[in-house]
Nanobody
């Protein structure tokens, strides 16, 4: 499956952005969807994930209550709604897919990646 992330941009603290991840190739509904981010000088970190059916979601503690992951399998598209953004959310955001929902917090367990989209939150 090929992934393409978009929707990043510059926003003030407290603002919102919605990232999209369009999948092509193999059936998107067969994969768990994940979002990771990487800030300058830091390792890539887990943000959120949603299993294939959409029934199970998980979030990093740092974004819980502010970010919402969702997917529309009919459109082969995943989303990350980000509200109440903080300067510390500034990073390149990547969407990812995995065929088995194991070890989802470890980027090594995700086999497919989008190209990343920059999110910058100003104070």
């Amino acid at each position: 499956v090929q992934l393409q992330a978009s929707g990043g941009g510059l926003v003030q603290a407290g603002g919102s952005l919605r990232l999209s991840c369009v999948a092509s190739g193999r059936s998107f509904r067969s994969y768990s969807l994940g979002w990771f981010r990487q800030a300058p000088g830091k390792e890539r970190e887990f943000v959120a994930r949603m299993q294939q059916s959409g029934s199970t979601t998980s979030y990093a503690d740092s974004v819980k209550g502010r970010f919402t992951i969702s997917r529309d399998n009919a459109k082969n598209t995943g989303y990350l709604q980000m509200n109440s953004l903080k300067p510390e959310d500034t990073a390149v955001y990547y969407c990812a897919a995995q065929s088995r929902s194991v070890g989802f917090e470890d980027q090594k367990n995700w086999g497919y990646w989008g190209q990343g989209t920059q999110v910058t939150v100003s104070s």
